[in-house]
């Protein structure tokens, strides 16, 4: 099991801590895991808080322009 995989069980916050932690400690392993890593940590603890996720500080989603410049129905 890999660490992504096992922050999404994590069971408490201070497991999710302990492997972030854990995390770091690795030298060969891109920016963009470790963004992952984190990312999947902020979901996790949301989940382990029972915080409302769209209250998170993750950005919003805007909807995207029709490029053809039509309305949509």
Do not use: C, H, Y
């Amino acid at each position: 099991m890999g660490l992504r995989e096992q922050i999404k069980t994590a069971a408490s916050e201070s497991d999710v801590t302990s492997l972030l932690l854990k995390g770091q400690t690795f030298d060969l392993v891109s920016d963009r895991t470790k963004r992952s890593w984190k990312s999947t940590a902020r979901v996790r603890l949301t989940q382990l808080l029972n915080i409302d996720p769209t209250q998170s500080s993750e950005k919003s989603v805007e909807k995207k322009k029709n490029k053809t410049g039509k309305k949509s129905k």
